[in-house]
């Protein structure tokens, strides 16, 4: 049974960087596309990027070249990184991952972490 | 980037009842839409993908389907477990739109 767990600082004030990470467990990782995904009340689920098994991203160009997606494949882990960021980037956000490819969807996910940021 | 307009925004049904829900994709995506439910407090959960097939452990009572570039989800037989919120999701092209979600609440 494939599981997500994720860790990272979830109280930011306006500028900082948002630093998440994403640990896989009980299942491949080097095989599969992997997402970052958020939630807003104001925004609905909003797809953030996503990285391939080769290691080529894909970010949404509404976060304005602000956002990265690395991997550690030894460590079995995701992370995502999101500068300069402002109190519109409070949300939930999860990792998720691709089911066999991009186009079919996320079919395991992380539990999510609520990020807020104000000064 | 490719707009999904999903309807309707909520709706109140019965246990036993038929529920369709419809996302409209302002562009041609090729069946490339997958539908998820989400509880409060929960991460979504992926039902249906490539538009019309069953995710695995997914009851069947759930489908799919594709009428040109209009995509439905189809609940046959409302349980008390489905009373949720349901969205869509395009991954023909980045970046990979979700609609704006259908509340399924108790009638």
């Known amino acids: 049974q494939v599981q997500l767990q994720q860790w990272g600082t979830g109280l930011l004030k306006p500028s900082e960087t948002l630093s998440l990470t994403c640990g896989v467990s009980?299942?491949?990782?080097?095989?599969?596309?992997w997402s970052w995904i958020r939630q807003s009340p104001g925004k609905g689920l909003e797809w953030m990027g996503e990285i391939s098994p080769s290691g080529i991203t894909n970010y949404n160009p509404s976060l304005e070249n602000r956002v990265a997606i690395s991997v550690d494949t030894s460590k079995k882990q995701l992370s995502l990184n999101l500068t300069s960021v402002t109190a519109a980037d409070t949300a939930l956000y999860y990792c998720a991952r691709n089911k066999n490819s991009f186009y079919y969807g996320m079919d395991v996910w992380g539990q999510g972490t609520t990020v807020t940021v104000s000064s | 980037d490719i707009q999904l307009t999903q309807s309707p925004s909520s709706l109140s049904a019965s246990v036993g009842d038929r529920v369709e829900i419809t996302c409209r994709a302002s562009?041609?995506?090729?069946?490339?839409l997958n539908w998820y439910q989400q509880k409060p407090g929960r991460a979504p959960k992926l039902l249906i993908y490539a538009a019309s097939t069953l995710q695995s452990g997914v009851p069947s009572r759930f489908s799919g389907y594709r009428s040109g570039t209009d995509y439905s989800l189809i609940i046959s037989g409302l349980q008390a477990e489905d009373f949720a919120t349901y969205f869509c999701q395009q991954t023909s092209s980045a970046p990979r739109t979700f609609g704006q979600g259908t509340k399924v609440e108790i009638k």
């Open positions: 009980g299942g491949s990782f080097s095989a599969f596309y």
């Open positions: 562009q041609f995506i090729s069946s490339h």
